[in-house]
Every structure is written in structure tokens, then in C-alpha cells.
């Protein structure tokens, strides 16, 4: 089975408008609410290409509701632990530029986080676990090496899509799959990457420091596959940008979906480029048909 963990989700709130002026009042032009939170756009683009799976993590309050009830309008399993606090909402703002304001998320206390972990303990040899997005500040930073370290021996594949130390720690115990963008990739070496070439010796080190397979992200600038010594490339389809929330998250969702249905991870990786520009390219999460029409314009090479 595929888990997903989200331990901070998100109402999303979109608003749109033309000009966005600081300092002035502003009227919005359009908006709308969205579950979010990394794990949370993972299932539903699973579910999107017919791939079911568990979603987990904390939600509390009237914004946890509303995300409990749109997964369940899409048929999407969850196991959440329901906590005293309020799941958060992150402004996305689109006016001349996307700008993101994502809030801290809720306090989560001890007991709240054992019933998360406990869950943890009923995962079987063979199961995906996707750890993915910030970690609320009551807990510790270190929470997913934790998890990783404690699923080593189980044959558990996780994959972790965080930032900065979150994802650095977990290399020592072998994640199946990273996802860092090339943003996040600079942060965790005191770099700034620009282009594919910037890319390619950090992404390399990441493998070497324990990470299976590592996808680096570059936005409209495509992204690459690391795994063991091989280094490939993948493009970016023609579309039209209309949203990029959620693509990256995309990416790990058609990876896990392609990489279960056939264990190619190349494919898998082409798959994965396909849903992030089909999300980019669509109001929202992409759908399945989204991807299949892309699908054929996304090539991988070697380099
Ligand atoms: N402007 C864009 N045009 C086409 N594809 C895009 C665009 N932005 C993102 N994508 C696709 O989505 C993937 C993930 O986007 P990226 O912005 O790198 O990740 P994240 O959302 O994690 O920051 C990219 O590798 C690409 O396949
Ligand atoms: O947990 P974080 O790092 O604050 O990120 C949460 C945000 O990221 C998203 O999951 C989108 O992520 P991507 O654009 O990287 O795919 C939003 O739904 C959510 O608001």
C-alpha cells in the first residue's frame, strides 16, 4: 500500500487579482479552497490516475473538516490523527507574479504525535511511505530521520520531499526517493543553482550521501534524475503556465504511480515530468488525461 504523511496540511486559499499593490487595499478578482499540504496533493493526483492510497498526518479545527471532507468526496482513504489545534491556510496569490504566504501550522502535542507514530508500526515490507512538507515548529526538526531510521529494516520504500536539514538528515538511511527543486537543492549545500550543469555535481552528492534515486526540479527549466551514477534529463512539454502550486508534488505522485505499476525508475521519471507540467498547465491538480496527453512530448535522456 502507499502512505502519504502530510504533518502540516493546508487549506490552500488562491486569490487572484490584477495589479497586487503592498501597502494599498487590494480587491480580489477571484479565489478558491483547496486541501493542501505536500502528502495531500500526492493522493489526489494518485487518485487522479486511478492509484489508491492511505493519507496521513494531523488535522484539527474547521479547516481540518474541510479538508477530511473534500478527501472523502474523492474517495480517498485517510487515517489522519485529529488534533486540538487548527490546520493552517497558505495564501496563494496570483496578480503579476505567483507569491506563496504559508503559515507555521498548529501545535501538536506529545500524545498527538504517538498516535501518528504508532500508525507507523502497522506498515508492511513492500509499502510506500511518502513523508512529505514542513514540519510543525512544536515538533522536532529531526522527525523524518526518526521515522526513516525507525522503518530501516523493513523494507519500507520512503520518500521524503522536504527542505534543508529535514532532507538532509534522512540520506544516512537510504530514502527510496527525494525530490528537492533546484532551489532547495542550493539551500542544502550554501549554493545557488541556476542551470542544469549547476545542478549536476550537488544532485550526484546527494546519491552519495545515501539517497536511491533524486529527482531535482527546475521548474520550466525541466528537471533531472540522479540514481547510482546515471544522470538523466527530462523536458518540458508546450503549455501554457497556469498554476504552479502543486507541481512539484505532481512530479512525486506520477513517479509513484508509473514506478508501482511497472518498477521502471526511468519511466517512472517521465511520468513524474509529465504530471508537474500537466499541473502547471491546469487549474489545480492535473488529471490523468492531463499527463497521457503530455506524456508523449516529455523525453528522457542520459547525460
Ligand atoms: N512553468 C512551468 N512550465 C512547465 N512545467 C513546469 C513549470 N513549472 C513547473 N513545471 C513542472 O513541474 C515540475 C516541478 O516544478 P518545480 O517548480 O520545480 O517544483 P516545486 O513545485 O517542488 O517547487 C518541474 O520539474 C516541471 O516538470
Ligand atoms: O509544508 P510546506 O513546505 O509549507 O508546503 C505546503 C504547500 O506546498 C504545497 O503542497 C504545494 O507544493 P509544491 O508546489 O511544491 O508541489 C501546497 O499545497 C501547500 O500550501
Known amino acids: ?26 480587491r480580489i478578482k477571484d479565489d478558491s479552497k483547496r486541501p493542501g499540504g505536500k502528502g495531500i496533493n500526492v493522493s489526489r493526483v494518485l487518485k487522479n490516475v486511478g492509484i489508491d492510497s492511505v493519507a496521513t498526518g494531523f488535522l484539527g479545527g474547521f479547516t481540518g473538516q474541510f479538508i477530511t471532507d473534500s478527501l472523502e468526496q474523492q474517495n480517498i482513504p485517510t487515517n489522519f490523527v485529529q488534533i486540538e489545534g487548527e490546520t493552517r491556510i497558505n495564501v496563494k496569490l496570483r496578480a503579476q507574479s505567483e507569491t506563496e504566504i504559508n503559515g507555521q ?51 519500507i520504500k520512503v520518500i521524503v520531499d522536504a527542505t534543508k536539514e529535514m532532507l538532509k538528515g534522512v540520506l544516512p538511511y ?19 543553482i541556476h542551470s542544469v550543469s549547476d545542478a549536476i ?37 508546450n503549455g501554457k503556465l497556469l498554476n504552479s502550486v502543486g507541481a512539484g508534488d505532481s512530479v512525486v505522485a506520477g513517479f ?40 508523449a512530448q516529455v523525453k528522457v535522456e542520459a547525460i
Open 174 to 192: 537510504k530514502p527510496f526517493l527525494i525530490k528537492p527543486n533546484h532551489h532547495e537543492l542550493g539551500e542544502i549545500f550554501g549554493v545557488s
Open 201 to 237: 555535481p550537488y544532485g550526484k552528492r546527494l546519491v552519495e550521501m545515501g539517497a536511491e534515486h533524486v529527482i531535482v526540479s527546475m521548474a520550466e527549466k525541466g528537471s533531472l534524475l540522479f540514481v547510482q551514477d546515471r544522470v538523466y534529463y527530462a523536458n518540458i512539454p
Open 105 to 155: 501550522g498548529p501545535f501538536i502535542s506529545e500524545g498527538e504525535l504517538q498516535l501518528l507514530l504508532n500508525q507507523f508500526n502497522q506498515l508492511k515490507s513492500g509499502d510506500i511511505l511518502v513523508l512529505a512538507g514542513s514540519i510543525p515548529s512544536s515538533l522536532s526538526p529531526n522527525l523524518y530521520e526518526e521515522i526513516a531510521n525507525r522503518l530501516l529494516e523493513k523494507n
Open 1 to 26: 500500500m502507499i502512505y502519504t504523511c502530510t504533518l502540516n496540511p493546508s487549506i490552500d486559499y488562491f486569490i487572484e487579482m490584477d495589479d497586487f499593490k503592498i501597502g494599498e487595499l487590494n
Open 256 to 295: 509513484i504511480a508509473s514506478y508501482s505499476k511497472n518498477s521502471d525508475v526511468v519511466e517512472a521519471f517521465r511520468f513524474g515530468a509529465a504530471a508537474g507540467s500537466a499541473t502547471a498547465y491546469s487549474e489545480g491538480l492535473c488529471a490523468g488525461t492531463k499527463i497521457n496527453e503530455l506524456l
